[in-house]
Structure formats: structure tokens, C-alpha cells
């Protein structure tokens, strides 16, 4: 039986272990969102390590389940937590459970993360949207098995963060009595904190918020032709010229605390476009 799990992909060992698989939204919860999940009806909760080729986690707030229900009439996939390559995956490990979610055909991808604050306008606890990004993950996406649906599709590109739902998020964001404002997010490798030096270059590189993920599940998603919603809760927003330091621990409070906005927003969106 571990042989021929082996040598199928994780997409089709869900499809033949949950024939009612059928998402139409995946969603990836970053560090300490994983408790969206808690939003998702009917769920069936599948750890990361009992799914082929899926990686496990191994950073605080990252579970490592996927979680399949529903959010109102619309089924949904949601990825509690993900594996960054600061933890010694390879790019196509750490996109693997992106990447079976794709495969799946959903729809939409929304992605979630923690980042420290450059752009001074912006508070702890704050989710902004992200509408651009910086690479600084120096990673490329050429592996031939990062491509499950064939080289067909690698042609449907656009926007990797799609201006249509961005501005649907928005307008859901405003009916709720928010103001979500976005930016870009500059990726880099980790898993150390940025200096102050870091973020005055960031800074005049035109960064708004900086983290350790995100950019290749968007990109990924990008070239097959799947629109993409991004997010980052605001954990702590730097001051170059006072020295600070920053703890994981404050990380996952601030996201904890934000994690309602951000909650029905999502809900909210999926309902109504779904």
C-alpha cells in the first residue's frame, strides 16, 4: 500500500480517499491563523503526514492539517499552516500542498501570513492586502513537477495578485467596517528577524511589510492560471532608529488578535462570489 502512495500524487490519493473532495477555494492560514479553520463546516481534518509527499510543519502556529468543508454553500480546502524553506524543504516540498489544492481545481487561492510592519501608516494587528511583492527568496519555479495540470496552462498568466479581488475584498472589508488598505510584501529567506539597517533598505526599495513566505505559492498559482487574494496581519512595525527586538511569541499574538477581521472578510467574500 506505501508503495502505491508513493506513486501517486497527493492530489489523487485525496481524490481516492475523499471522493467528495471538490474545493472550490484553497486557502492557506499562516502563522497563528490556523484557527479559521474553526469557521469551516462539516470539517474533515486530515493531518499533513498521513497525505503523500506532503511536508509537516515545524514551526510554532503551523499545525500541518488540511481541512476540508464548507463556508456557507461553497466547499473549501484550508492549509493549517506551511512549510518554509528556512526550515530545509525544497521549493517543490514546501509547494506541495499549494500545489495538490491547484490540482484539485479550485478556483481561487487566498493566502495568509505574519509580517513585520515597514510602512510607518501602518499598526500591529493590522491585515493589509498585499498588491505587489519583492522576491528576495531567489527561488525558481522550473521543476517540472510544480506544473500538474501541463505545460498548457503555464500560458494563462496575469496579475499575481488579482485586482478584481482585491478590490471585491475591500468593498467586503468596508461593509464590515474596516479599511483594508495594501502593499507590498518583500520575501525573504529567514528565519532570522530583519535588522534596522534591513528595514531602512526595504524601506527605499519601496517594501511595506516583510516576511519569510507567500511569494511562491503565489507565484505558483500565478502560472496556472489561478487568481490569488494575499494577506498579512501586521505583527510589529518596525523602527529603524530604535532598537528592538521581536519575539515568535508576539508574532502569533498579534495574528491571534486579527484573525477575526481577517475571518469575515474571507467569509464574507466567499459567500458572496461563490
Known amino acids: 500500500m506505501l508503495d502505491q502512495e508513493k506513486q501517486i500524487s497527493p492530489a489523487q490519493w485525496l481524490k481516492a480517499n475523499y471522493p467528495e473532495c471538490s474545493p472550490k477555494v484553497g486557502i492557506v492560514l499562516g502563522s497563528g491563523l490556523g484557527d479559521f479553520a474553526d469557521s469551516i463546516a462539516n470539517p474533515t481534518t486530515i493531518p499533513f503526514q498521513r497525505i503523500p509527499s506532503f511536508p509537516n510543519p515545524r514551526v510554532a502556529g503551523h499545525s500541518g492539517n488540511l481541512v476540508l468543508g464548507q463556508l456557507g454553500s461553497t466547499q ?7 512549510c518554509h524553506l528556512y526550515e530545509g524543504w525544497s521549493l517543490e516540498q514546501s509547494l506541495a500542498p499549494l500545489n495538490a489544492l491547484i490540482e484539485l481545481g479550485v478556483e481561487l487561492v487566498i493566502l495568509s501570513n505574519a509580517a513585520g510592519g515597514i510602512n510607518p501608516r501602518f499598526q500591529s494587528g493590522q491585515v493589509v492586502a498585499i498588491d505587489s511583492h519583492i522576491d528576495w527568496l531567489f527561488q525558481s ?11 498548457s496552462f503555464l500560458g494563462r498568466t496575469h496579475k499575481t495578485y488579482d485586482p478584481a479581488w482585491l478590490a471585491r475584498a475591500q468593498k467586503a472589508a468596508g461593509e464590515l467596517g ?12 529567514g528565519p532570522n528577524y530583519e535588522t534596522r539597517a534591513e528595514y531602512r533598505a526595504f524601506a527605499r526599495m519601496g517594501a511595506d511589510m516583510v516576511g519569510m ?13 489561478v487568481p490569488v487574494l494575499a494577506f498579512s496581519i501586521v505583527t510589529n512595525v518596525a523602527n529603524p532608529d530604535a ?9 502569533l499574538e498579534w495574528s491571534n488578535k486579527a484573525k477575526t ?13 461563490f
Do not use: C, D, F, W
Not at 473549501?76 to 506551511?82: D, E, I, K
Not at 474596516?178 to 529567506?189: I, V
Not at 532598537?243 to 508574532?251: D, G, L, N
Open 243 to 251: 532598537p528592538t527586538t521581536t519575539q515568535h511569541t508576539e508574532v
Open 76 to 82: 473549501v480546502a484550508a492549509l493549517q499552516g506551511r
Open 141 to 151: 519555479l522550473n521543476a517540472p513537477n510544480l506544473h500538474p495540470l501541463g505545460a
Open 178 to 189: 474596516y479599511s483594508l488598505a495594501s502593499g507590498t510584501y518583500l520575501a525573504t529567506l
Open 213 to 225: 513566505s507567500t511569494v511562491p505559492e503565489a507565484l505558483l498559482a500565478m502560472r496556472l492560471g
Open 261 to 273: 477581521i481577517l475571518q469575515g472578510m474571507i467569509v464574507s467574500l466567499i459567500r458572496k462570489h
